[in-house]
């Protein structure tokens, strides 16, 4: 088996391709890189294979012993073993069409308590989980985006600390959020604090010049000094538009609407803005709901790669 190099499922046909057998499902986390991908015998260092039906690697090669008596070596081990899901005890099929679920648009607590009969707290966790992947994944999209009449919406928020104990980020760290509408191109920068200096430097490193830029300009004021602000706006660098004034833009508003209808940027308490942000940078992204899985799985291997 090769490491999946792309795959595309709709919600039927995983279901219709992978549920009815177990073993499919582990073998999706298994060509994604979820787990040891290959690992040689720790009793001869030979390459190991992988046994899908007994979730194992196992060790088949013939070894000599002192006798000169020929043996097969027998080494074995757990294919779950350092992988996310021995380390926090998760089930790995079930999660499977758990994540199947949660990069859809339509995800809800009560849906996948009526299709998966799953308890509140499960639920929960394994959400955590999958914003963790998503807010990694956000976090390594590099450039710049926006660009000249483009809009682009920032938003700010904490990090949280991570439930799995991975990544760069720090329990209570300020972040800024960006997405282009146009092109859905985005990033999550972390920052030391919320000086303007650390706003204006988000700006500039992120933010094309002639973007349109949708934040609460109050803050704008706040963070900016007047000579700033002066700099960036009449030599139209950027135009700053009050999220509340965006409705006197009537082209920019009906196409705005449009995208928050779809992924809804705002509205969730903020705590968790960054959270849902991720999401809705994930889902945005990915535009094609058959083609997430594949994304969401290689990024979630790079988050959570076997130990
Ligand atoms: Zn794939
Ligand atoms: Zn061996």
């Not at 073993?23 to 030979?46: F, I, M, N, P, S």
């Not at 002192?66 to 097969?72: D, I, L, M, P, S």
Request: one cysteine or more; a positive charge; hydrophobic letters at 35%.
């Amino acid at each position: 088996m090769a490491l999946c190099e792309g795959c595309s499922w709709s919600i039927y046909e995983f279901i219709r391709e992978k549920c009815s057998n177990p073993d499919a499902l582990l073998e999706v986390w298994y060509t994604h890189g979820l787990l040891h991908w290959q690992k040689d015998c720790e009793r001869c260092g030979q390459p190991s294979r992988v046994d899908l039906r007994r979730k194992q690697l196992r060790c088949d090669k013939t070894v000599s012993t002192r006798k000169q008596k020929k043996q097969r070596c027998g080494w074995h081990v757990s294919l779950l073993n350092g992988s996310i899901f021995k380390r926090a005890h998760l089930d790995v099929n079930t999660l499977l069409v758990f994540v199947n679920y949660f990069i859809r648009e339509y995800f809800t607590v009560r849906l996948i308590q009526h299709e998966l009969g799953l308890e509140l707290k499960t639920i929960t966790d394994w959400s955590t989980f999958c914003q963790e992947v998503m807010v990694h994944w956000a976090l390594e999209q590099q450039g710049v985006i926006g660009g000249p009449g483009r809009i682009v919406e920032i938003i700010e928020s904490k990090f949280w600390r991570s439930k799995y104990n991975v990544g760069r980020v720090v329990d209570g760290q300020w972040g800024y959020g960006g997405i282009c509408r146009e092109t859905r191109n985005l990033f999550l920068v972390p920052v030391a604090d919320r000086t303007s200096d650390a706003l204006l430097a988000v700006i500039k490193e992120r933010i094309a010049p002639g973007s349109i830029i949708i934040f609460d300009c109050w803050k704008i004021y706040n963070c900016l000094s007047q000579e700033e602000y002066n700099h960036l706006t009449v030599n139209q660098t950027y135009q700053f538009i009050d999220p509340d004034k965006l409705a006197e833009l009537h082209n920019i508003e009906r196409q705005w609407k449009e995208a928050k209808r779809k992924v809804p940027l705002c509205g969730h308490r903020k705590k968790h803005l960054v959270k849902y942000l991720a999401r809705s940078m994930f889902l945005m992204h990915f535009e094609d709901h058959n083609i997430r899985l594949h994304h969401f799985l290689c990024a979630a291997a790079s988050v959570y790669p076997p130990v």
